[in-house]
């Protein structure tokens, strides 16, 4: 399936969702929700990222470094370990999330996968609410928490903010309000995704 760059081939349209929203907006449990009503394949780039520090590679224990020493991992690293899942899945439908981060990593994401998403599922959701649910979730040391909490909203805005707004020039931001309760906040979902629904013969 994979061309000499890497990059996909045949005719098989890849279709690509970046799921966008704060730290505690509930971006993982409407993933869930989504692969499990529309067939589609979720990858955390977080997630894959620490598989690779686990799988202890040469190319994980670089990352491991890099974070260790507070740098931010390079977009080109985070997207082939994202091409290279995207491959072996097998689906041709990925949500993407937590990525990109920051423009950076979109436009490095466009350039080598020569993939533009379809749409930006964002998770909207005010501040004091996510920080709410973090506590509520972190039943550890409230003080330092609040502090990484906040920190976490900050890096959001500064760099992942811009991201949302490239792609609502584009029109392509699917804005959820991430205020409701789970089953609202999937009836949204739903009818966002209703044109990817696995066909049904009746």
């Not at 990222?49 to 977009?75: D, F, H, Y």
């Not at 004091?128 to 972190?138: G, I, K, V």
């Amino acid at each position: 399936l994979q061309d000499v760059n890497g990059s996909f081939s045949g005719d098989k349209k890849i279709i690509v969702v970046f799921v966008l929203g704060g730290p505690g907006s509930g971006k993982g449990t409407q993933c869930a929700k989504i692969v499990e009503n529309f067939g589609f394949t979720h990858l955390s780039a977080g997630d894959l990222l620490r598989a690779e520090i686990k799988s202890g590679s040469e190319n994980g224990t670089m990352i491991s470094n890099m974070i260790k020493e507070g740098k931010i991992v390079p977009a080109e690293v985070t997207i082939k370990l994202l091409q290279k899942a995207m491959l072996e899945g097998g689906n041709d439908k990925f949500l993407i999330d937590g990525f990109p981060r920051n423009e950076e990593n979109r436009a490095a994401f466009e350039d080598l996968t020569k993939i533009e998403p379809e749409f930006i599922l964002y998770f909207d959701c005010p501040e004091e609410e996510m920080e709410r649910r973090l506590l509520s979730r972190n039943q550890g040391r409230v003080d330092d928490n609040i502090e990484t909490i906040r920190k976490r909203f900050r890096v959001f805005v500064e760099s992942s903010l811009p991201v949302v707004e490239y792609y609502e020039l584009k029109g392509k931001v699917r804005k959820v309000d991430a205020l409701k309760p789970i089953d609202e906040v999937f009836e949204t979902v739903k009818a966002i995704f209703a044109p990817f629904h696995t066909k049904v013969s009746f």
